[in-house]
């Protein structure tokens, strides 16, 4: 079984031009010349305000019902907020901080900052509510100086408010400005390098810090991906998702194709964790995407509502046309599990899509546009950017380049002279190379973070990434995450997080889990071709990996390097006799 792009939607061809350099370089460009672009995000929101006013731009739940705002109520509200934050003021240098999740008045005062030329930085809510120390958010608090905090619930966010010595702003008090001349004249001074957001990225080594996105960046992206998926500038997208807006895929990739093509977003509530999964469900059972965005992760917990609930995958598939997956590698059992869905529920109309990119480049730098077998392939450069593919320790080093990419790091000379190449290629620290050597219109494959492969003893590369999703497919659907050891070892091994959800579904006690878990390792490593490219022993966390300490994203991403400098101990215990280190047959 195979997905299959949607026929009834429209694509670019499938087609690259690469240049090639005597040193191994490649430079990859789209034979497409990137489209003119709007000089700034608000010009979408006036477009749309005017063409169709009454259309549903933004909802979410109220209780059983939705609150509903049209694009010329959200206009308005956007100029009346952009007046207030103006009167209070807010500029270039004093920046709007957005504490909250998702919602209505987050998505509002977000728009009316950016009308204004004020900045917007949307903080991880895990900063104020996960965090024990809150030194994340001082520190971003310390770098920003922001002139007007946001919090939804402001008792809820009490703690870290005090702890940054702010006070939120209510929405309500924004809101009754009357927008005038003032505003009128701040929004059409709005240029494309008028800094947009501030977005942090999650602090992989240190503190966060904070990617500069311009207009330019969001508006071009926006165009590239038009330019790939011309479909869809043909139906309005309604989306209904959870994505942080404090990430750049949930809000830049996401929020921003809806915008731009006057389509509908319904928020969200609901998280990709047990508990919290389930008012996705709720929502999804009255709302019909036309598209539908996730992480891997998310996949992994919806598939088992879909799998078992006849009217919620009736309603989940009735207008959908695009399953979406990205942020990290989508484990194949989970795409053959959405496809043999899609085909039993529609026929297979559905097309599965995935891109590449980052926080610094806002974020799309390469897309999926054609069909494509399996999970891994993330697509051909984008319309106007350039990607390098540079030899690097046996892989392919990418670096980016194109009007989507970041002018650097808020406050931080440092870190943005760091991160560009002498040619002003961004320096990603990713590694591609081709799903097929001899036909780079077939697109190129992520190859793992070049800082995170390491060498065995015996010399060999072990490439962590392509380990990784290995290991979590093998033992599905009990390993939720896993960090890959044995940097200057003979073995490789891994620390496992086990999905606690999935053990009592199967109703394994920690002994079953040990035993099911020794038999996929087993399993796993027989079918393997070497030692790089399956671990042989295993170790079960007993605790989670902890956002304060930098090992997990409020998204669910593990941080390879972090877990393994914060556990080292627990690595040394893999390598040793403990009886509770899960081996292979054989080792």
Request: overall charge neutral; proline content about 6%.
């Amino acid at each position: 079984m195979t997905a299959r792009l949607h026929s009834a939607l429209r694509f670019a061809p499938a087609q690259v031009h690469v240049e090639k350099r005597g040193d191994g370089t490649m430079i990859l460009r789209s034979p497409q010349t990137l489209g003119s672009y709007p000089r700034a995000v608000g010009e979408w929101l006036v477009q749309w305000a005017r063409k169709e006013p009454q259309r549903i731009f933004l909802a979410e739940r109220a209780g059983e019902t939705w609150r509903k705002v049209t694009y010329a109520e959200a206009l308005d509200a956007a100029r009346r907020i952009g007046e207030s934050l103006l009167a209070r003021g807010l500029n270039a240098s004093r920046p709007v901080a957005i504490l909250s999740d998702n919602s209505v008045d987050h998505a509002l005062l977000a728009l009316g900052a950016m009308h204004a030329g004020v900045p917007v930085a949307p903080i991880s809510p895990a900063y104020s509510l996960m965090s024990k120390d809150h030194a994340k958010l001082k520190a971003i608090f310390d770098l920003l100086k922001p002139g007007l905090v946001f919090a939804q619930d402001a008792a809820k966010f009490a703690p870290a408010l005090a702890v940054v010595g702010a006070t939120a702003a209510p929405i309500g008090e924004l809101l009754s400005s009357q927008p005038g001349a003032r505003i009128d004249a701040a929004f059409a001074s709005v240029g494309p390098d008028t800094v947009a957001k501030i977005l942090f990225t999650s602090g992989s080594t240190g503190m966060p810090k904070g990617v500069i996105n311009t207009h330019r960046m969001l508006v071009s992206n926006q165009q590239a991906w038009a330019q790939l998926w011309p479909f869809v500038e043909d139906t309005p997208p309604v989306l209904c998702e959870w994505l942080p807006w404090n990430h750049t895929f949930g809000g830049n990739a996401t929020f921003n194709m809806v915008l731009r093509n006057g389509g509908t977003m319904y928020v969200d509530g609901g998280k990709p964790a047990p508990g919290l999964v389930e008012a996705t469900v709720k929502n999804l059972l009255e709302v019909s995407p036309t598209m539908y965005f996730n992480v891997p992760r998310g996949f992994d917990l919806l598939l088992p509502f879909l799998e078992s609930d006849a009217a919620l995958r009736k309603n989940f598939f009735r207008n959908l046309d695009v399953i979406f997956y990205a942020g990290a590698a989508l484990p194949q059992n989970l795409w053959e599990r959405l496809e043999a869905l899609a085909v039993a529920e529609n026929g297979g109309r559905l097309s599965m899509l995935s891109a590449w990119g980052s926080t610094e480049t806002s974020p799309m730098a390469a897309c999926v546009h054609y069909h494509i077998e399996r999970a891994g392939v993330v697509g051909n450069p984008a319309p106007g950017t350039e990607l390098k593919l540079v030899p690097s320790g046996g892989k392919l080093e990418v670096r980016v380049r194109g009007p989507n990419v970041t002018p650097g790091y808020y406050g931080r000379d440092d870190l943005s002279k760091a991160a560009f190449d002498e040619e002003g290629f961004y320096r990603i620290g990713d590694a591609m190379k081709f799903a097929d050597e001899n036909d780079p219109a077939k697109g190129i494959t992520f190859d793992g973070r070049v800082a995170e492969d390491f060498k065995l003893m015996s010399g060999t590369w072990v490439h962590v990434g392509a380990v990784r999703v290995k290991l979590i497919a093998a033992c599905d659907p009990l390993v939720q995450d896993a960090v890959i050891t044995g940097h200057d070892r003979e073995e490789m091994g891994a620390l496992v997080f086990v999905n606690p959800a999935a053990a009592k579904a199967l109703g394994l006690d920690a002994d079953g889990v040990r035993e099911r878990l020794r038999a996929s390792l087993d399993k796993l490593v027989r079918e393997s071709t070497g030692s790089s490219t399956a671990p042989v022993r295993l170790l079960v966390m007993d605790d989670p990996p902890s956002i304060d300490a930098n090992e997990i994203t409020d998204k669910g991403y593990i941080n390879q390097r972090a877990v393994l400098e914060r556990r080292a101990v627990l690595v040394e215990r893999l390598y040793s006799g403990a009886p509770e280190v899960i081996r292979a047959a054989g080792f």
